[in-house]
């Protein structure tokens, strides 16, 4: 009888370690998944919401590199510049000189889906070679900045570069689009 | 199997440690992030400013790095000199001349230009750059000249399509910077007299004709360009008597922009002291709304 006893409480022991087990798996576990979604949902939402906006970089770049008379292009005058589909845009920003006097722009696209940046690198690419055109017998001098490196694309962003630093505001944008 | 059940969770533990530690290590990735970016906001894209930011520092430079450079030779003197300099200054030093500050109104409306066409060169394409004027009423180009106005394209659209289109009621023209002290002024001034006759004869818009701005002395010291203070007022001058025996109207908006010694007001010129600051526009756009 008290073999049996003896029995069921060790019975009684296993079941409940097994028991302790499978829940301390079970919450391991739900921990494990929650932990990699939120790693996953902050990866996807790292491109969207943590990640640096077409703000964030343009802003970066403009307190690091001097912009002559910069001003902001914003969302409601951006078709006369920049032809893109806004649906497909998550983010952006952009400067232009606004004297006139110098080639200087700054223009980042973040896209919603990286499938999208090859049209808007296009278009980006169309307006550096306008603007060389503009301003290769305008100002010579000022022509470094237009040197062939000026859209720059980086996962779901594209930027255009126009200024005295090209490779600095490069490094910056990737940087920030990692 | 008290032993095996420690030991399962001895390496539970480990486990949701692992997991927790996992989860705050991502953390800082994700604040990396956010604390770069925001750090900067409008302040540094104003240019406006920067002339304002600039007189700042000089209240501030004895204070930070002089009298700490200086006060460990001569603690006792320092200070009461800057009392001193600042209590007799106005008696004991010459009177500063103060830089001329210009006075012409900035304050327009928008919708008086909603029928207007302006025309010029890079200088009026800052009109819809700063976004005081839209796009689609500014004719502009970087080089356009009187000479080559008539006969150029603006992004593949000629002047007289444009204005056979949008049939504006005013026409402002701006022209000459690009050309003055390279051609003969007084060609200069009979290729506006010729633009301005081609216009009337496809358009009944009232046609003003501007002046072009001065320049900087540093401007017109530097080699980029052959512009002159004096080639400019010759050229003014002449566009004013070819202008008078048109239809339209000259208006002298050079003597705005301009300080008592000639050349630019400090305050209305980009660094290349050609070309306008933002604030200009709105003297231009508040001039023209004033005479026209």
Partial sequence: MKINVTKKIIAGLICAAVAVCVCGCSSGTATDSSASSTTESSSDTGSVSTAASA????DKILS?????????????????????????????SAYVCGSGAYPDELAVFCMKSS???????????????????????????????????????????????????????????????? | MLAVICSLSVILCGCSDAVSSSVSDSAPDTSSVSTTAPQ?????????TTTTVTTVPVTEEPVQTDITSEQTEEPETQSPEYTDSEETQPQS??????????????????????????????????????????????????????STALYSDVDGVTLESKIKTDKPKKIYIML?????????????ASCMEELVNSI???????????????????????YDNYLSKAAIDEYNSLLKTAISRTDA???????????SDGYYYEEYHEMDGIHFMGSTYQVMLSFLEEHS
């Fill in chain 2, 40 to 48: 900067t906001t409008t302040a540094t894209t104003l240019p406006q």
């Fill in chain 2, 93 to 146: 030093e010459p009177p500063v001349t103060q830089p001329e500050t210009p006075s012409a109104p900035t304050d327009f409306e928008e919708s008086f230009f909603d029928d207007a066409l302006f025309i010029g060169d890079s200088i009026t394409t800052g009109l819809y750059l700063y976004g005081y004027i839209d796009m689609s009423k500014v004719y502009a180009k970087m080089g356009l000249a009187p």
């Fill in chain 2, 176 to 188: 000459g910077t690009n050309s003055v002290g390279y051609s003969d002024n007084e060609y200069l």
């Fill in chain 1, 55 to 58: 703000s964030d970089i343009t």
């Fill in chain 1, 64 to 92: 690091e590199i001097e912009f002559p008379s910069n001003v902001e292009i914003k969302e409601e005058r951006r078709a006369d510049y920049y032809e893109a589909d806004a649906d497909k845009i998550e983010s952006y």
């Fill in chain 2, 200 to 222: 009337s004869s496809i358009s009944k818009a009232k046609i003003y004709v501007l002046s072009i701005p001065p320049i900087t002395a540093y401007a017109e010291a530097s």
């Fill in chain 2, 249 to 259: 109207v000259f208006l002298d908006f050079h003597s705005v922009l301009t300080a």
């Fill in chain 1, 115 to 178: 499938a999208d940046t090859a049209a808007v690198k296009e278009m980006l690419e169309k307006r550096v070679e306008k603007q060389s055109a503009a301003f290769k017998d305008y100002t010579p001098d000022e022509m470094y900045k237009i040197d062939g490196n000026n859209v720059v694309v980086s996962g779901n962003y594209v930027a255009l570069i126009i200024c005295s630093d090209n490779a600095k505001a490069t490094e910056i944008f990737k940087s920030l689009t990692k």
